[in-house]
Structures are given as C-alpha cells and as structure tokens.
C-alpha cells in the first residue's frame, strides 16, 4: 500500500498539502458521515494510518527512505457514539483533526462509557402447585444473575503502584498545534491525574461484574394467585462498574387442580348428590386440602345450591388481619341411570304424586 496514493498527493507534496489532502478525505470517509458503510468505514482507516506516517515529518522521512511503517504508537480508545465505533488509530502527535474537533463528544463519551449503571430487572417464572400457592411458604429459587465482582470491588479496575502516564508524560493535559489553532485538553488516559493509578480488573474485563449462581428463597403468603408478580428489590443484576443491582421479578405460574378452583380467598368445587340426598336431605364427606369433612344437605336442595364450609379455603394470615376463606360447594343433582323396571315404575308413581308444572315461569303462568 502507497501511503502517498492513499491520500492522492505526490510524494514530494509539502506539509500542508498532505494534511489538507488528509482533512479532505477524512470528511469524507468519517464513519460518523456513512453510517453503517463497511467500505468508508476501512477507507477512512487507511487515510488515517497514512496519515499517521506522512503527517508526521520523522516518519515521513523514513518511510521515504524505504523503511516500512512501524506500527503508530497508539491509544486504542473505542467509544461508542450514536451507535458507531470511534477507534481512533492516530493519537499523540499525529492526532486525527477529528478528534480534535470533536474533543468534547469525545470525552462526553468517554464519560459516559466509564460511569456506574445501574443493573438490570432479571424475570424469573415460578411454578406452584395449587395446594402450595393456597398454603403460601418458603420457596427456594436458583437465580443466575450477575454480581459485583469481588476482584475489583465492581470498579473494573484494580490499584497498581503510579507510573507516570505515558500519554501526557505526566502533565494531566495534552497541548499542541494545528495550523493557527493551539488545542488543549484533559489527558484522557489519566484523567488529567498523570499518574496511571490503576489496571483493567482481569477477572471481570473491567465490567465489574461477574455472572453467578445462587439461591433466593421466596417467601409467599398463604393464597398468592396465578400470573402474579413479585418484586425481590435489590436481586436483579449487579450495575456495571459499581451500579446498584436491579430488582429481581417472579411470575407465579399455579397449576390448576382436578377438582378445587380459587375464587379469591375462597375454595370452590362442583359436588354432585344423588337424586335422594339432595331431596331427603343427607350428610356427605366433602374433600378439603385438610383431608374429608362433614358436610349437611338439607332436605330439597337444588341443582346449582352453593353450601358454605367456614374457613376451610385459603388459611388466614398469622397475625389475623386477613382471615381464612371458606371452602363452597356448589350442588349438582345427578341421575343414577335407571334401567330395572321396579325403578321406573317408582319414578312414575313419584311424578303422579307431584304434579306440579316445573316449566310453568317459563309460559307466562299458563301452560
Ligand atoms: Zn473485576
Ligand atoms: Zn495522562
């Protein structure tokens, strides 16, 4: 690769004609002018290493005497700026007049990158059975959530003995000429201390955080109801670089059972009775979720009757504030099929002794 025909001019161009051969094409290739364009984007890289080279009058004259380029000393410093990486190949005294320019995007970025954020919700679904979610208890949770990492405390950065900062030699602020223009600024690699006082933490990438497994347990009120949402504040993810952690959210998922539905703090289940309980009256074992319990029909309940088994739903909490629910069985008459002749013949002699118009409401009075 011809440095000279990357940047068009000849090489006996003088000073000033090379940089405004470099300004010109810079423009134009600037990733932050193509968005998203591959071939700009590698352009705009070869313009500023040649630049880099031919910029610079010392490399300029080895590179005229045959020499290959050495590898620019360079700062890698990649920010992310409205969605584009900015890695800027020519720092120090060949600084690209981009970054010059743009001094302040540049450190705002830098700004923005390094500071504390705060981590993010982690979802989780939990799976009850209904009986456990009617009884409320301790449920453990394994959660795989990121932490501060223990390494750097979750600064992403771990103290080293000072050494003077090798970007400003220990000034803090970088000045230096551009045609009239004399630009100065805070040295980004020190933070204007200039001193390094620290490295990259090595066990977390200088994220601050590092991915771990551990077990939450939940506590849950005796009743708690399906799709509901519970908030751990604080077990979410860990922030980056010292962030406070977000919050942790369970969806509560509860199994339906074959027979029991909830209807807020009340049980509910379909009881059938045969024909002659429900017209004699009788006493019936119910199903609770504490085992069989005596239930009276009394004499000429209806198919769709609701009986009430106080307290017998969802247990009430321990301090009495929220007292326990009620276990309601709703009635559904059955028919025993009827096949032997003696059965008919009662059931024939039952309907003449009860004449009475069962559909009467439905006519108007009048049948
Ligand atoms: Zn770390
Ligand atoms: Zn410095």
Avoid at 218 to 241: F, K, M, N, Q, T
Avoid at 341 to 355: A, Y
Wanted: neutral net charge; proline residues 8%.
């Amino acid at each position: 690769m011809d440095l000279y025909q990357v940047l068009g001019v000849p090489r006996n161009a003088a000073p000033a004609d090379v940089e405004r051969a470099y300004l010109r094409l810079a423009r134009r290739y600037h990733p932050g002018i193509n968005p998203g364009d591959g071939v700009s984007a590698e352009l705009y890289r070869r313009v500023q290493e040649a630049y880099a080279v031919l910029g610079d009058p010392d490399r300029r004259r080895e590179y005229d005497r045959g020499a290959s380029p050495a590898p620019a000393a360079t700062i890698e410093a990649t920010m992310a700026f409205e969605g584009f990486d900015f890695s800027s190949l020519a720092e120090g005294a060949a600084a690209a007049t981009f970054s010059e320019l743009f001094a302040d995007v540049f450190q705002d970025a830098a700004r923005r990158v390094s500071a504390p954020e705060q981590g993010t919700s982690l979802d989780i679904t939990l799976q009850l059975s209904f009986e456990d979610a009617v009884r409320g208890g301790q449920f453990p949770l394994s959660v795989t959530r990121s932490e501060r990492c223990g390494a750097c405390g979750g600064t992403g950065h771990v103290p080293r003995p000072p050494v003077p900062c090798p970007q400003c030699a220990g000034a803090g602020s970088r000045r230096w000429a551009r045609g009239h223009m004399v630009f100065s600024k805070n040295c980004e690699l020190c933070g204007g201390v200039g001193q390094i006082l620290s490295h990259s933490c090595r066990v977390c990438g200088s994220s601050g955080v590092q991915a771990r497994s551990e077990v939450v347990t939940l506590s849950l009120p005796p009743g708690v109801e399906d799709e509901a949402r519970i908030s751990v504040p604080g077990r979410g993810h860990a922030g980056a670089r010292g962030g406070s952690a977000g919050d942790l959210y369970v969806t509560i998922e509860v199994a339906p059972h074959p027979y029991l539905r909830r209807e807020g703090r009340d049980l509910a289940l379909t009881l059938p009775v045969a024909v002659h309980e429900a017209a004699l009256g009788a006493r019936i074992n119910v199903p609770t979720l504490d085992g069989p319990v005596a239930l009276k029909i009394p004499a000429g309940s209806a198919s769709g009757q609701r009986l009430r088994l106080r307290g017998r739903g969802v247990p009430g909490d321990a301090s009495g504030a929220v007292p326990p629910g009620d276990l309601v069985a709703e009635l559904q008459i059955v028919l025993p099929p009827v096949r032997d002749e003696r059965s008919k013949e009662l059931l024939r002699e039952f309907g003449r002794l009860n004449d009475i118009d069962v559909r009467r409401h439905l006519f108007g009075g009048a049948s």
